[in-house]
């Protein structure tokens, strides 16, 4: 009989729980049927009874209020076995059940909660643990949905009765929310968004000391919501008015550094069947065995790209919540740290590595020996330890990190981070984990700049010096003013810069501090500057704060006039020694003194268009329209340091072809050209001219007239922003060997990034990616996932078209690329899958593409079957049906393995026999004479082929109904095949049917 309650795949084993439920609720079901008869049960009798309710609340809906009554009058231990089982089938059987037990789970729950059912807090962290993070499904949206609602619903109480339970939905909801505001603007997100900030910030503007009971990770969570205007409001709060949340003992932020997390809450971001899972491989499998359950695992549970949030949980579920014994840890089990080591290796974004990182490093900051445990930094320290010198690329990147983070997460309280993360080493000494900090300053191969960090802050610690800047700020946000405008970036782009904006200081040059005559005022405009305040460079710089107070207009004008001092050959002996690097820096600092954030997510900053009036337009623009070395050098040193230099440039570059394509400048456009909404466009031009030839100008001595903006003119602009964009990718590849693997592919979060400007076109967006960026993006799986997944159906069709007429290619010529693709796709949703084989057949039918290799290869792997692959053998069944059947294609359908799909290839052969019958004819007979060949030269080996069952079946039959010529062909079929016998298991497919 099938369960109502799960679905059991064929080749999975009956589950014990739902046949005892079951067998229950059939076998009592006339007790629960009216007229009810009240008995006081037995033990035994009230355990059956309680599984069968349940089986029946959850099953039979139309039977619920019914039962819910018969148990309300039978009821003796406080609904506590009730709630009981309802916890183990939420626990042991959720990703199984059906839809209408799973709504039923919802309302059962809020049952409970109004009967105050003994556990009815443990049923709802069971519910909340369901939740995945970094998963957009419907159902996962649905219960994240429900149980906020539920939350809101029953405050009162569930505040009465088990008020740390709402502790529990704030810590789950605060780590959803970045989730979600990460993705793009999605109207079934927009809802349950507003559910969730409402429940949030009731909670934290309501019920403030039950928010504390989270601990120091509060903070860490609420830094990723900083760009929400609602938590910008409490960040305020939080820094400059503590006592607005009207809790005792709540003075300053620095509070809840020293409150430790309690490993419950890590848990709720870990469902139990990955807590399973985890715990099985940190306590039974052998080092060096790892390596299938590590790729089971990712395959498991991080099988998309959006799921790479849940690697932070994950790790700090590991740091804080499982804590091996110290059998395991004196045997060969796998340690902590390597497979912290492998979960870091997975995140193939900077931005989710950073906050692997800052979850991993997070209890060192404020490390207490009084309430922190040792195990909690462990896996820390023994990572980076252990990777050298193997791995010496992790422990600088780790080491580095850290360092950074220490001086530069919160620098109002410095004092209290130096102290936390010397109470950390000094524990770890203390406890034998390491020896002493020699075993990095004494490595060779540590990076010199990491060595130097660290001398640095061992140094501050002895001597007890921590300089501290004026003016409360949030934890790892450098800006001071926290007004509207200048509040923190969104960390969902890039982990608050994950702490870029504080680097190791510039030291200024002595000579560049001695005092000018010359001082700057703000005026009304801040050019022109002749060549004498070349000199005072560095003053200049000093004097951003002053124009930016004025207006941000004087200080955009301000930056580019430093800029074109700097890089104009004649002033090349005037600067006085100013690196690059130094400018970058002492800008950088600048800037962030009066709140601006250089290279913030596009679209920050209010009431302003960023991408054409800001400073970093006008650095973007400068350095598109010089290629000057100087300026690409200190984009060099701000991508170094956390900035998102390539996410601008490539949003800057798109919009750039975006507005040329709107005014009229396209390939194929024909219609007047107009520069109305096209403002990036028109500013580009004019600082392209302007500086082109006024440069040509300063050289020649002479006036040079201003040439027609043309096409060509602006296809030169666009190449060059494009290749302006590649600059930088290739630079931050290259300085981070991590990636170097990746050197062929598009960093995603450089595309998410550029697609969150609402004015540009999302289809002409990707458009362009193919076009300007092939190399980067063609048969790129997170770029064709992101399209599919984010472009609405007509403009997928549009796309179609703009394929079948070659303006664009998104595949590329590489079989195996598109072949590694398709598989990957196996795991992608139904409707993306469907959506991307619409596109791979509207492409490759029109341009020369093996598809006899592309299909050769799909029903030869190991990957294809009935199952994972349905959707992709439609794919390929259509893409056929679309080729003609030239010699090459038909040998490789006739070469097909009759155990897959057997019925595909002759599904393929009617299909041909309609549409172009002759030339099938004319291919089969070309086949078999490829085939036959006895010469010794031919493709194909007899001794290793079978022909596909299917296809000559088919074959014989339709020949035999096709007159003298069918004759032929059945005589030449049986000549050619009499000898063919089966194909061993271990033969060679031959992929060349041609």
Same mark, same amino acid.
């Given at each position: 009989m099938a369960s109502k309650l799960i679905l059991v795949a064929p080749h999975e084993s009956p589950d014990q729980l739902e046949i005892s439920l079951r067998e229950a609720y059939n076998l009592l079901l006339p007790k629960l049927t009216p007229p009810l008869k009240l008995t006081i049960p037995s033990p035994e009798e009230y355990l059956n009874l309680n599984k069968a309710i349940v089986y029946g609340v959850l099953c039979e809906p139309n039977l619920a209020n019914i039962h819910m009554k018969y148990l309300h009058a039978i009821v003796n231990d406080g609904y506590c076995l009730f709630i009981n089982l309802l916890s183990q089938i939420v626990d042991g059987l959720y990703s199984k059940m059906l839809e209408f037990p799973k709504v039923q789970l919802i309302w059962v729950a809020s049952v409970m909660i109004d009967v105050s059912g003994i556990g009815f807090d443990c049923l709802l962290v069971s519910l909340l643990r369901q939740i995945v993070g970094g998963d957009f499904s419907d159902g996962n949206l649905w219960l994240s949905f429900e149980m906020v609602n539920l939350f809101s619903l029953k405050w009162d109480l569930i505040l009465n009765e088990e008020p740390l339970v709402l502790s529990c939905a704030l810590y789950t909801y605060l780590r959803l929310l970045a989730d979600h505001y990460r993705l793009a603007c999605s109207p079934k997100l927009n809802e349950l968004k507003r559910k969730e900030i409402e429940f949030c910030v009731r909670m934290l503007r309501e019920q403030f000391h039950l928010c504390l009971r989270i601990g120091r990770d509060l903070v860490r969570l609420l830094q990723d919501l900083v760009h929400i205007p609602e938590f910008r409001a409490i960040w305020k709060?939080?820094?400059?008015?503590?006592?607005?949340?009207?809790?005792?003992?709540?003075?300053?932020?620095?509070?809840?550094?020293?409150?430790?997390?309690?490993?419950?809450?890590?848990?709720?971001?870990?469902?139990?069947?990955?807590?399973?899972?985890?715990?099985?491989?940190?306590?039974?499998?052998?080092?060096?065995?790892?390596?299938?359950?590590?790729?089971?695992?990712?395959?498991?549970?991080?099988?998309? %790209?959006?799921? #790479?949030? &849940?690697? !932070? /949980?994950?790790?700090?579920?590991?740091?804080?919540?499982?804590? %091996?014994?110290? #059998?395991? &840890?004196? !045997? /060969?089990?796998?340690p902590r740290w390597a497979v912290?080591?492998?979960?870091?290796?997975?995140?193939?974004?900077?931005y989710f590595e950073a906050n692997v990182k800052l979850t991993l490093f997070y209890d060192w900051l404020f490390f207490d020996e009084k309430v922190d445990n040792v195990m909690n930094i462990e896996p820390a320290m023994l990572l980076m330890v252990n990777s050298i010198p193997r791995y010496i690329d992790m422990t600088n990147s780790l080491l580095e990190f850290l360092l950074l983070v220490v001086d530069n997460y919160d620098m109002d309280r410095k004092n209290v981070i130096y102290k936390g993360m010397s109470s950390a080493i000094s524990m770890l000494v203390t406890k034998g984990v390491i020896g002493s900090l020699d075993i990095f300053i004494s490595c060779n191969v540590l990076s010199p700049l990491v060595k130097e960090m660290l001398q640095k802050f061992i140094f501050e610690v002895e001597s007890g010096t921590c300089k501290e800047p004026k003016g409360p700020q949030p934890p790892g946000i450098l800006s001071s003013d926290m007004s509207s405008q200048t509040l923190?970036?969104?960390?969902?782009?890039?982990?608050?810069?994950?702490?870029?904006?504080?680097?190791?200081?510039?030291h200024r040059n002595d000579e560049l501090n001695a005092q000018h005559s010359s001082v700057l005022k703000p005026t009304d405009s801040a050019a022109p500057f002749d060549e004498s305040q070349v000199g005072n460079l560095a003053n200049l710089i000093g004097k951003i704060g002053e124009f930016m107070k004025s207006s941000s207009r004087k200080g955009q004008q301000l930056v580019e006039n430093i800029l074109l001092l700097y890089i104009n050959p004649a002033n090349e002996d005037k600067l006085g020694g100013i690196g690059s690097d130094y400018l970058a820096c002492e800008l950088k600092k600048e800037l962030e003194l009066v709140g601006y954030n250089l290279f913030s997510p596009a679209g920050s900053l209010l009431n302003s268009d960023d991408e054409v009036q800001s400073i970093t337009a006008v650095i973007i623009r400068t350095f598109i329209?010089?290629?000057?070395?100087?300026?690409?050098e200190m984009l060099f040193w701000w991508s170094r340091n956390g900035c998102l230099v390539g996410a601008r440039l490539l949003s800057y570059a798109l919009r750039l072809a975006h507005e040329a394509h709107g005014a009229g400048y396209g390939v194929d456009y024909t219609s007047e050209i107009t520069y109305k909404n096209m403002p990036l466009l028109k500013c580009h031009i004019e600082e392209y001219l302007a500086l082109t030839y006024q440069n040509e100008d300063c050289v020649n001595g002479a006036t040079t007239p201003t040439p027609e903006v043309d096409r060509k003119l602006i296809s030169n602009m666009i190449d060059s922003a494009f290749t302006s964009y590649r600059t930088i990718l290739t630079h931050a590849k290259d300085v981070?060997?991590?990636?170097?693997?990746?050197?062929?592919?598009?960093p995603l979060m450089d595309v998410v990034s550029s697609s969150l400007w609402k004015g540009k076109s999302l289809k002409f967006l990707f458009c362009s990616i193919f076009l300007y960026l092939p190399d980067l993006s063609l048969s790129?799986?997170?770029?064709?996932?992101?399209?599919?997944?984010?472009?609405?159906?007509?403009?997928?069709?549009?796309?179609?078209m703009d394929l079948g007429l070659k303006r664009l290619t998104i595949f590329g010529e590489d079989v195996q690329k598109v072949l590694q693709l398709i598989k990957r796709s196996f795991y992608w949703k139904h409707e993306d899958q469907h959506k991307i084989w619409s596109l791979i057949r509207s492409e490759l039918i029109v341009n020369r593409f093996p598809v006899e290799k592309l299909l050769l290869g799909c029903f030869f792997s190991t990957d294809f079957d009935s199952k994972a692959s349905g959707i992709a053998v439609g794919g390929l069944l259509a893409l056929c049906s679309s080729c003609a059947p030239t010699p090459e294609i038909v040998g490789a359908v006739m070469l097909l393995p009759s155990d897959k799909f057997p019925d595909f290839a002759a599904a393929i052969l009617s299909h041909w026999t309609?549409?172009?019958?002759?030339?099938?004819?004319?291919?089969?007979?070309?086949?078999?004479?490829?085939?036959?060949?006895?010469?010794?030269?031919?493709?194909?080996?007899?001794?290793?082929v079978l022909v596909n069952q299917s296809a000559l079946l088919f074959l014989l039959e339709y020949f035999k109904g096709q007159g003298e010529?069918?004759?032929?062909?059945?005589?030449?079929?049986?000549?050619?095949?009499?000898?063919?016998?089966?194909r061993p298991k271990n033969c060679i497919v031959p992929m060349d049917t041609g």
């Open positions: 709060d939080l820094l400059l008015n503590p006592s607005s949340f009207g809790t005792t003992g709540f003075s300053d932020i620095s509070c809840i550094y020293g409150m430790r997390t309690s490993s419950r809450y890590f848990l709720l971001r870990i469902t139990p069947e990955m807590e399973t899972q985890l715990r099985f491989l940190l306590t039974h499998v052998k080092l060096g065995s790892q390596r299938r359950h590590q790729a089971w695992f990712t395959r498991k549970f991080l099988f998309v %790209p959006e799921r #790479e949030t &849940l690697v !932070s /949980d994950i790790v700090r579920f590991i740091c804080c919540a499982h804590h %091996p014994s110290n #059998e395991i &840890l004196q !045997s /060969d089990v796998i912290i080591g492998w979960l870091l290796k997975l995140c193939s974004k900077k923190p970036n969104p960390p969902d782009l890039a982990i608050q810069e994950h702490l870029s904006e504080g680097l190791p200081a510039c329209i010089s290629q000057h070395q100087r300026i690409k981070s060997s991590k990636e170097v693997s990746d050197s062929g592919k598009l790129d799986e997170s770029v064709i996932l992101l399209l599919v997944s984010q472009l609405e159906d007509a403009d997928l069709l549009y796309m179609q309609i549409t172009n019958a002759s030339m099938l004819s004319n291919s089969v007979a070309d086949f078999l004479n490829k085939l036959g060949n006895a010469d010794g030269n031919a493709p194909l080996d007899l001794g290793s010529r069918g004759d032929n062909m059945l005589e030449n079929l049986a000549l050619h095949l009499s000898d063919v016998e089966t």
